[in-house]
């Protein structure tokens, strides 16, 4: 029989039901990923069970303890990410890569390692090419820096773009005039800043302009200073317009372009722009490449195992 130790980590500052989660939900995914016993009691988490159990489950409560203090619920779903991710040499939410936004009272941090590694590059270089699956927080983490940029005053304004690549959806065929025709498949951006911004606030940013959400298209003959710019959905650009679109950059902007090779709906995967640059720009000074995987994904844990299913699929 294994000698059976407890450890005590101290909860302080850490809001009880977003570290344990509902129904203890986050505790209980802890004891069936780790073997080990969790018991919040007041200020106080023991933790029980051997020697491995413990040391194994330490750093994963370590992880949970840092973002419940950042004001972030925590998920069984982050548990199980902790746990698959193991001990790591430094805690994730390094102070650097929080991104506090005005007007919400929580804070924004990488879940993940990868997310971590994307918003560093984001922050030291000027073009930084996110690529990875659905799900990953490319795009979310991205706007939340171009927020986070306007408010401290680093640009004077937000531009997001997306190729207009139909995805078996013919645009043609939408009633409405073309702001119409465009806002569905821009949707996913216009979220993306409601869940950042008051939507009073991002509506007269749009009015004014100060936020400019359209397709890639429109930004052809233009050039760009002073913005923070990001190009989602980047697969479907071709190369023509991603070296159109690279190429607007001016003075004191910084341009992020999120993307998911396995999701080009080009006629010709060869034809993507995202294809292009991953074999052309590598080795440019102030050039960043930021995979992500499975691994990295924060929706469901669903998702990250739909995605390792797809990909072996495709390996097998």
Do not use: W
Request: proline letters at 5%; charged letters at 25%; a negative charge.
């Amino acid at each position: 029989m294994t000698d059976e130790i407890q450890h005590r980590l101290s909860t302080e500052g850490a809001d009880p039901l977003l570290l344990t989660g509902v129904n203890d939900a986050n505790l209980i995914e802890l004891q069936r990923a780790t073997g080990v016993r969790a018991t919040l009691r007041g200020d106080t988490l023991l933790l029980g069970g051997s020697l491995e159990q413990v040391e194994r489950a330490n750093p994963v409560v370590q992880g949970m303890l840092e973002l419940a203090r950042m004001g972030e619920a925590v998920t069984p779903e982050d548990v199980s990410r902790l746990v698959a991710a193991g001990p790591s040499t430094e805690p994730l939410g390094a102070m650097d890569y929080k991104i506090i936004l005005p007007g919400l009272r929580r804070v924004i941090a990488p879940k993940t390692q990868g997310q971590r590694e994307y918003l560093e590059a984001v922050a030291t270089h000027d073009i930084v090419i996110g690529i990875g699956p659905a799900g990953t927080g490319k795009t979310y983490l991205a706007v939340a820096k171009a927020v986070e940029a306007l408010a401290r005053k680093r640009v004077k304004r937000i531009i997001l773009a997306r190729p207009a690549v139909e995805a078996g959806e013919s645009l043609g065929f939408l009633p409405g005039d073309l702001q119409a025709k465009v806002d569905p498949y821009l949707r996913p951006l216009y979220d993306a800043l409601e869940d950042m911004m008051p939507h009073d606030r991002v509506q007269k940013a749009l009015e004014t302009r100060i936020i400019e959400i359209a397709p890639l298209a429109y930004m052809r003959g233009r050039t760009l200073a002073d913005a923070f710019i990001i190009l989602d959905e980047a697969q479907n650009a071709t190369g023509a317009q991603m070296k159109m679109f690279l190429t607007r950059l001016g003075v004191n902007s910084k341009v992020v372009v999120t993307g998911d090779k396995t999701q080009i709906d080009l006629p010709k995967r060869e034809d993507s722009g995202l294809i292009q640059i991953e074999r052309i720009l590598p080795g440019v000074d102030g050039v960043a490449f930021c995979y992500l995987d499975e691994s990295d994904v924060v929706r469901h844990r669903l998702v990250r195992e739909i995605i390792k299913a797809y990909a072996e699929d495709q390996h097998g």
